[in-house]
C-alpha cells in the first residue's frame, strides 16, 4: 500500500529557511536596488522558484518590505552591541563607525554602502510603506545614539548643557554620510578620517566637552 504524503503549503520547498532567504533577497535587493531586481533574480538568489517565494513571502514588494524590516532590527542588534557602555563614550561611537565602514565595504566588489540609504531613499518617494519603514528605521538609529549619549552625559563625558538629542541626529547623519560616499567610490581611509573627525565634534575633542549644546536663554532672546 502507497502512502499519501502530509498535505504541505504548495510551493513550499522542503528545507526552507525564511531568514536565509531573507538574508540572500535583501543581497540581491541591496546590489541592484528594488526596481532593477527582477523575480528571476530573486529566485535566483534565494534557490526558489515563483510559486515558492511568493508562497512564502508574497510578492515582490512584500519580500522588499519583510528584508527592509529584518536589515533594520539588525542594525539595531549591532549598534546596541558597538554602542558598548563600558567604554568611554568616544571609543563606543568610534567602534560603530568602524563596523559600519565594514559593512558597507562587504559584498566582494565595489563598496555598496548601506542597503536601508542606498535602496529605500528612493523607492520612498512613492511608496508610503517604505517611506514609513524608512522614517521608523531612522528613528530607532536616533533612539540608539541618544540612549547612548544621554548615559555619557549622566557619567560626565559630555556637558551638561549639550543636547543629546541632537547630537544623535549628527551622529546619524554621519552614518548616512559614510554610506553615501562609500557607494560613491571615497576610499576607506578618508571615510574613517571622516569618522574621526564625527566622534572629535560629538564629544569636543580633546576638551571632552561637547561642540553641540541647547541654545542659551540669553542667546534665545537676543535672537528676538
Not at 535587493?29 to 532593477?36: K, V
Not at 519583510?66 to 558598548?84: F, S
Not at 567602534?95 to 540609504?117: E, P
Request: charged share 25%; with cysteine; net charge positive.
Amino acid at each position: 500500500m502507497v502512502q499519501k504524503e502530509p498535505n504541505r503549503r504548495p510551493g513550499r520547498p522542503r528545507g526552507y529557511d525564511p531568514d536565509t532567504a531573507l538574508a540572500r533577497a535583501t543581497d540581491a535587493f541591496w546590489s541592484a536596488g528594488y526596481a532593477a531586481t527582477s523575480l528571476d533574480d530573486l529566485c535566483d538568489a534565494t534557490g526558489m522558484n515563483r510559486p515558492s517565494l511568493y508562497g512564502a513571502f508574497g510578492d515582490k514588494r512584500a519580500l522588499y518590505l519583510g528584508a527592509l524590516e529584518r536589515y533594520t532590527e539588525a542594525g539595531r542588534r549591532a549598534m546596541e552591541q558597538a554602542l558598548d557602555y563600558e567604554r568611554p563614550v568616544a571609543e563606543a561611537l568610534a567602534n560603530l563607525y568602524s563596523a559600519a565602514l565594514a559593512l558597507y565595504f562587504s559584498g566582494g566588489g565595489a563598496a555598496r554602502g548601506c542597503f536601508l540609504i542606498g535602496t529605500a531613499a528612493t523607492e520612498a518617494v512613492r511608496n508610503a510603506e517604505v517611506r514609513d519603514l524608512l522614517g521608523d528605521a531612522l528613528r530607532t538609529f536616533d533612539g540608539c545614539f541618544e540612549a547612548r549619549l544621554r548615559h555619557a552625559q549622566a557619567a560626565g563625558e559630555l556637558r551638561a548643557d549639550a543636547d543629546p538629542a541632537l547630537l544623535a541626529k549628527v551622529a546619524s547623519a554621519v552614518l548616512h554620510t559614510l554610506a553615501l560616499r562609500s557607494r560613491a567610490g571615497d576610499s576607506r581611509a578618508s571615510l574613517r578620517a571622516t569618522a574621526d573627525a564625527a566622534v572629535a565634534l560629538i564629544c569636543g575633542g580633546r576638551s571632552g566637552r561637547s561642540a553641540i549644546s541647547r541654545p542659551s536663554r540669553r542667546r534665545s532672546k537676543a535672537k528676538r
